[in-house]
């Protein structure tokens, strides 16, 4: 080998580069993919607990009664946090990644996503206004805030619901996305 500044080593001149090893373009990929799906699974797990508090911490806190209200959404995140959890430990391992369990594991991802997303829609047409999440929030908040109207509250409340819930449906297809592309690499390296 050529020192700095030193001499070549024999037989070379120095344009041998291209012929050196480099790590093979799926191995790139697939690192590219786990690093991404890691990514967006450790958001998920910030996530799923926040959602769960936003469904039944301002019912319990206020006296209300945990109804049917806050029952989907509590569920949908304890389902949630149980899949993405599980996904991390598939994708987190040393182990092969069997690209079938790691596509089904992210399709069960996105299709909570999705529901939850229609649950909060569903609930916003068909739920009365003092049983909404949103209103529950507003009216814990005025109460240890002192406000008069928790009213003022509401377009508040209802931009962190609507946060909450498109930022599950965006990770969720995050996460479907890229375990797509690490199921793939996966398997090409099967």
């Not at 928790?150 to 599950?168: C, D, F, H």
């Amino acid at each position: 080998m050529a020192s700095k500044g030193g001499t070549r080593a024999a037989g070379t001149d120095g344009n041998d580069f291209q012929y050196r090893q480099r790590v093979d373009s799926k191995y790139q990929k697939a690192a590219v993919a786990r690093k991404s799906i890691k990514s967006a699974l450790s958001a998920l797990v910030v996530f799923h607990p926040l959602m769960a508090a936003w469904a039944v911490l301002p019912s319990t806190l206020t006296g209300a009664e945990l109804d049917e209200y806050n029952v989907p959404f509590s569920s949908l995140a304890f389902v949630g946090f149980v899949l993405v959890v599980t996904t991390m430990s598939m994708v987190g391992s040393n182990k092969t990644i069997q690209p079938e369990n790691l596509e089904s594991m992210c399709k069960a991802i996105l299709v909570t996503g999705v529901l939850n997303l229609t649950a909060g829609v569903l609930m916003r047409v068909q739920v009365d206004d003092e049983n909404l999440l949103m209103r529950r929030f507003a009216d814990l908040v005025a109460r240890e805030t002192g406000a008069k109207d928790s009213a003022a509250l509401t377009p508040v409340a209802t931009a962190i619901e609507l946060g909450l819930l498109v930022a599950g449906l965006l990770l969720a297809l995050a996460v479907s996305k890229h375990g797509k592309a690490l199921a793939s690499t996966a398997s090409k390296t099967r």
